[in-house]
């Protein structure tokens, strides 16, 4: 099975800040690599799709890099909806495997 | 209007069969390329992939849970449906099915996710 190392597991950050969360895979996945958003009350948003594709209705402030074992998550410009917390997920091979999780506080 | 919604028996006990079901509005599993998964998440912790289906019947399940696993559709009625045998309690976990339109692009529309506790 692919390992997802994601990190940090949790971060604070202010209001118009920039962050960036890492993913990193055991093995490499190309560049078959999403990320999510979770927010109590809501349904699992995708946010991005094959490493750097903005599913359609994410915000221009994120961003995804990466391409074989490497991947990073980066939100430029935190809005106060951003806080939540982001998984990162490989779709490049069975079984299909998630990270930890990084929940993203308001410092 | 993409929509799934989960659905199950609440509370089950161990050695039971949990039977789930995705009933899904927006989009067709006859459709080419399209696929339906099935995701848990135990309290507190990260999301474990279980199953998806596709839209040609093919499946792929996580090894992990051995040959616990079903997992079938109802293309006529948009559902997709999720089997576990033996339950215990680690499968206390919320279930959640979620669309693939596409193999490359991953899990687009989520449902609310359905709580299960196995319990005796």
């Known amino acids: 099975d692919v390992q997802m190392t994601q990190s940090p597991s949790y971060l604070a950050a202010s209001p118009g800040e920039s962050v960036s969360i890492s993913c990193k895979a055991s093995?490499?996945?190309?560049?078959?690599l999403a990320w999510y958003q979770e927010k109590p009350g809501k349904t699992n948003k995708l946010l991005i799709y094959?490493?750097?594709t903005l599913q359609s209705g994410t915000p221009s402030r994120f961003s995804g890099s990466g391409s074989g074992t490497d991947f990073t998550l980066t939100i430029r410009s935190l809005e106060p909806e951003d806080f939540a917390v982001y998984y990162c997920?490989?779709?490049?091979?069975?079984?299909?495997?998630f990270g930890s999780g990084t929940k993203l506080e308001i410092k | 209007q993409v929509t799934l919604k989960e659905s199950g028996p609440g509370i089950l006990q161990p050695s039971q069969t949990l039977s789930l079901t995705c009933t899904f509005s927006?989009?067709?599993?006859?459709?080419?390329?399209?696929?339906v998964g099935w995701i848990r998440q135990p309290s507190g912790k990260g999301l474990e992939w279980l199953a998806n289906?596709?839209?040609?019947?093919?499946?792929y399940y996580n090894p992990s849970l051995k040959n616990r696993l079903t997992i079938s559709k109802d293309t006529s009625n948009n559902q997709a449906f999720l089997k576990i045998t033996n339950v215990d309690t680690a499968d206390t976990a919320t279930y959640y099915c979620?669309?693939?339109?596409?193999?490359?692009?991953?899990?687009?529309?989520w449902g609310q996710g359905v709580m299960v506790t196995v319990s005796s």
């Open positions: 979620a669309r693939i339109p596409l193999r490359r692009v991953s899990f687009d529309y």
């Open positions: 927006g989009f067709s599993l006859s459709t080419y390329g399209m696929g």
């Open positions: 289906i596709w839209w040609d019947d093919d499946k």
């Open positions: 093995k490499s996945i190309n560049t078959y």
């Open positions: 094959s490493g750097s």
């Open positions: 997920q490989q779709h490049n091979e069975y079984p299909l495997t």
